[in-house]
């Protein structure tokens, strides 16, 4: 005979599961019941006025305060105008005191007693703070719930004034929240908008970053292909520059010339690839990349546009690396360019110092002699400056001038050993 199978247990029903239709419930009067410190932001006012509103709300609930037939009513108003102290710090416990005081005050004059005005004023202050702080619908919630209030203690025959007074005290409520919930989006507007600005800049700064480092490449992928040249075109010449070269130099020069064959190949791919932005871009500049020997026809360029420009070079002027050369001579004609632009007519002054390791460059300007254009689309050179130093290791800084004006130096490194003096030079 088979065994009988045990009674199975009832599914456990879940305690939680009856509250769910309470959770939107819940989430609505959440901000309503936290007692966690919601401070009144200061207005972006000038400094003097950016605390305007927390004083008027001093003084008004020092002025309520002094409302009352006898101790029991000034008690309840000094309570009651305290709210509106309490509401700039906590604005949901005091909505709770001032709608308990607002039930308070009546219950506790006889019934024939007719309320002022002036308690319905203080609780719209109250339901204004707090829609400053809380989202519209919890606000919205707050100020039914007081209106409902009213509305109850009139039916019940509570001493709240006639029906005229209870609905002026809830037009007073709903003007408070139309009001404060106005406030409070264009508060988080202009939050939302500030984040933007800010997110969009430092979008643009990173793009500068990159578009620089971009034409950075470019122009000294033409340095590099050159002396990658130099060196295939020597090692395939080499072989015939010795008599019977041995076999085994024959081929490490031929390796050399194909790995720099290579690598030539390499870096044009590498220039393709940053020069096709869009279809529409212009065609490359195939002219040479200058050098620190066209340095005196830019500043005559710079000085036949009107602004007086002075050059002054220490120590021995020598030839530096070609990247050295090239950024030196864009850093110049960057700082130039920024002088022409925003500082019309000013003085300028540039100085070239080459030491042992190192070439130093000074750019200074004083202050403008005219009215500069606008620029918009000014604002990516010193990026650009910036870069060129910081992919040789230098230093680099910019800056107003102490005596007014403006000022540019940057300390490249040269990594070329120090120039033979004048009587090694000479013939023997």
């Given at each position: 005979?088979?065994?009988?199978?045990?009674?199975?247990?009832?599914?456990?029903?879940?305690?939680?599961?009856?509250?769910?239709?309470?959770?939107?419930?819940?989430?609505?009067?959440?901000?309503?019941?936290?007692?966690?410190?919601?401070?009144?932001?200061?207005?972006?006012?000038?400094?003097?006025l950016?605390?305007?509103?927390?004083?008027?709300?001093?003084?008004?609930?020092?002025?309520?305060?002094?409302?009352?037939?006898?101790?029991?009513?000034?008690?309840?108003?000094?309570?009651?105008?305290?709210?509106?102290?309490?509401?700039?710090?906590r604005?949901a416990?005091?909505?709770?005191?001032?709608?308990?005081?607002?039930?308070?005050?009546?219950?506790?004059?006889?019934p024939t007693?007719?309320?002022?005005?002036?308690?319905?004023?203080?609780h719209?202050?109250?339901?204004?703070?707090?829609a400053?702080r809380v989202?519209?619908?919890?606000?919205?919630?707050?100020t039914?719930l007081?209106?409902?209030?009213?509305?109850?203690?009139?039916?019940?025959?509570?001493?709240?004034?006639?029906?005229?007074?209870?609905?002026?005290?809830?037009?007073?409520?709903?003007?408070a929240?139309?009001?404060g919930?106005?406030?409070?989006?264009?508060r988080?507007d202009?939050?939302?908008?500030?984040?933007?600005?800010?997110?969009?800049?430092?979008?643009?700064?990173r793009r500068?970053v990159?578009?620089?480092?971009?034409?950075?490449?470019?122009?000294?992928?033409?340095?590099?292909?050159?002396?990658m040249?130099?060196?295939?075109?020597?090692?395939?010449a080499?072989?015939?520059?010795?008599?019977?070269?041995?076999?085994?130099?024959?081929t490490?020069?031929?390796?050399?010339?194909?790995?720099?064959?290579?690598?030539?190949?390499?870096?044009?791919?590498?220039?393709?690839?940053?020069?096709?932005?869009?279809?529409?871009?212009?065609?490359?500049?195939?002219?040479?990349?200058?050098?620190?020997?066209?340095?005196?026809?830019?500043?005559?360029?710079?000085?036949?546009?009107g602004?007086?420009?002075?050059?002054?070079?220490?120590?021995?002027?020598?030839?530096?690396?070609?990247?050295v050369?090239?950024?030196?001579?864009?850093?110049?004609?960057?700082?130039l360019?920024?002088?022409?632009?925003?500082?019309?007519?000013?003085?300028?002054?540039v100085?070239?110092?080459?030491?042992?390791?190192?070439?130093?460059?000074?750019?200074?300007?004083?202050p403008?002699?005219?009215?500069?254009p606008?620029?918009?689309?000014?604002?990516?050179?010193?990026?650009g400056?910036?870069?060129?130093?910081?992919?040789?290791?230098?230093?680099?800084?910019?800056?107003?001038?102490?005596?007014g004006?403006?000022e540019?130096?940057?300390?490249?490194?040269t990594h070329?050993?120090?120039?033979?003096?004048?009587?090694?030079?000479?013939?023997?």
């Amino acid at each position: 005979m088979p065994a009988t199978p045990p009674p199975t247990d009832p599914v456990p029903r879940n305690p939680l599961k009856p509250l769910k239709p309470l959770k939107p419930l819940i989430l609505l009067l959440a901000p309503l019941l936290t007692p966690t410190p919601d401070p009144l932001p200061p207005l972006t006012w000038p400094r003097p006025l950016r605390y305007l509103p927390h004083t008027l709300v001093a003084l008004a609930a020092t002025a309520l305060a002094a409302t009352g037939a006898d101790l029991t009513a000034r008690l309840l108003a000094v309570t009651h105008a305290a709210t509106l102290l309490l509401a700039l710090r906590r604005p949901a416990p005091a909505y709770w005191l001032s709608l308990t005081c607002c039930a308070a005050i009546p219950l506790a004059h006889p019934p024939t007693h007719d309320n002022e005005l002036w308690a319905w004023a203080v609780h719209a202050g109250v339901l204004l703070l707090l829609a400053l702080r809380v989202p519209l619908l919890p606000a919205a919630t707050a100020t039914a719930l007081s209106a409902a209030l009213g509305a109850a203690l009139k039916l019940l025959g509570v001493g709240v004034g006639s029906w005229p007074t209870v609905a002026t005290g809830t037009a007073l409520y709903a003007t408070a929240l139309l009001a404060g919930a106005i406030r409070r989006g264009r508060r988080e507007d202009r939050a939302r908008l500030a984040e933007q600005i800010e997110a969009t800049a430092a979008e643009r700064a990173r793009r500068t970053v990159l578009e620089e480092r971009a034409r950075i490449a470019r122009e000294l992928h033409d340095v590099v292909a050159h002396h990658m040249s130099l060196i295939s075109i020597q090692a395939d010449a080499a072989p015939y520059r010795v008599p019977d070269p041995p076999g085994e130099l024959v081929t490490e020069l031929a390796a050399i010339r194909a790995n720099a064959l290579e690598g030539l190949a390499e870096l044009r791919r590498l220039l393709g690839l940053l020069r096709a932005e869009s279809a529409d871009d212009a065609p490359a500049d195939i002219t040479p990349q200058p050098s620190l020997d066209q340095l005196d026809a830019l500043l005559s360029q710079v000085r036949a546009t009107g602004l007086p420009v002075s050059a002054r070079v220490t120590g021995t002027r020598r030839a530096l690396p070609p990247g050295v050369e090239l950024s030196a001579y864009r850093i110049v004609q960057e700082a130039l360019s920024n002088t022409l632009r925003h500082a019309p007519g000013a003085a300028t002054a540039v100085e070239l110092g080459y030491g042992r390791t190192t070439l130093t460059l000074r750019v200074t300007n004083g202050p403008a002699t005219g009215t500069a254009p606008p620029s918009p689309g000014a604002g990516h050179g010193l990026t650009g400056m910036r870069e060129r130093v910081a992919m040789l290791g230098g230093d680099f800084a910019a800056g107003p001038a102490p005596e007014g004006g403006y000022e540019v130096t940057a300390t490249l490194p040269t990594h070329t050993a120090p120039p033979l003096s004048p009587d090694k030079d000479s013939p023997a």
